[in-house]
């Protein structure tokens, strides 16, 4: 475990599912971990999965399907447990063999990619759940280490003149296009990496949330490695 999580006032730590599911954001904290050291072989599994796309969605039934180690068994035991207290939860999950995601062609307005700093966003009451098997893990950075890159007034500048429009409608565009989701860390900021195995429940922005949203982004893959990664 990321000893970093151990001192940030951002990042709530348990034990079980249970603390996990039950633990409540308050002040600071909008990142809770289920802190882990997984035993079994997911390297295997990354393996033996066939990647269709760049983001391939992995069902079940493939899972159940790999011949494996027993290390690779017990790797893909965790996996469906995961999935299972998830389910039972009521929310959906989605394993994930990811070599890389799409980048935003807009870019040089103002990205919009999931390697990007961002939040998420619900109509509804929502958490985020998230953990990486194998590959590089995902960022969270404290919310008072960044900056809404739409308050940035040389980026504001350069949407309002790919905008021009109504000075009235402006937020809206702005909310339509998701750019108001996006951050930019302060020269400063100290990302905390989620590290390998770890369950994770982030905050999402929604309809009376008590807590900023988590400020979370997708790490870059290293080269030649798949990452394998669970995420509702």
């Not at 599912?17 to 904290?29: I, P, Q, S």
């Not at 965790?78 to 935003?104: M, Q, V």
């Not at 960022?139 to 905008?163: G, H, S, T």
């Not at 390998?196 to 949330?209: F, H, M, R, S, T």
């Amino acid at each position: 475990m990321n000893t970093e999580l151990l001192v940030s006032s951002q990042v709530g730590i348990v034990s079980s599912f249970d603390a996990l599911v039950n633990t409540k954001f308050h002040d600071d904290v909008n990142a809770i971990c289920w802190a882990r050291n997984l035993s079994g072989d997911f390297k295997e599994i990354v393996s033996k999965l066939r990647l269709k796309e760049n983001v391939t969605d992995v069902s079940i039934d493939e899972l159940l399907q790999l011949q494996l180690s027993v290390n690779g068994c017990s790797a893909r035991e965790t996996i469906l447990s995961d999935f299972k207290l998830l389910e039972e939860l009521g929310a959906s999950p989605f394993l994930n063999l990811i070599k890389f995601y799409p980048r935003d062609e807009d870019a040089d307005l103002i990205s919009t990619d999931v390697y990007s700093y961002h939040v998420d966003r619900s109509p509804i009451i929502a958490d985020t759940f998230l953990c990486t098997y194998h590959g590089t893990a995902s960022e969270i950075i404290p919310n008072n280490q960044v900056d809404q890159k739409i308050l940035i007034p040389e980026i504001r500048e350069k949407l309002k003149a790919f905008y021009n429009g109504p000075e009235a409608n402006f937020d809206a565009f702005l909310e339509a296009h998701f750019f108001d989701l996006h951050y930019q860390p302060k020269t400063d900021a100290t990302p905390i990496n989620l590290g390998v195995g770890n369950l994770w429940k982030l905050a999402v922005d929604y309809p009376e949330q008590t807590v900023l949203p988590c400020v979370h982004r997708a790490p870059l893959e290293n080269e030649g490695e798949y990452r394998l990664l669970m995420i509702c």
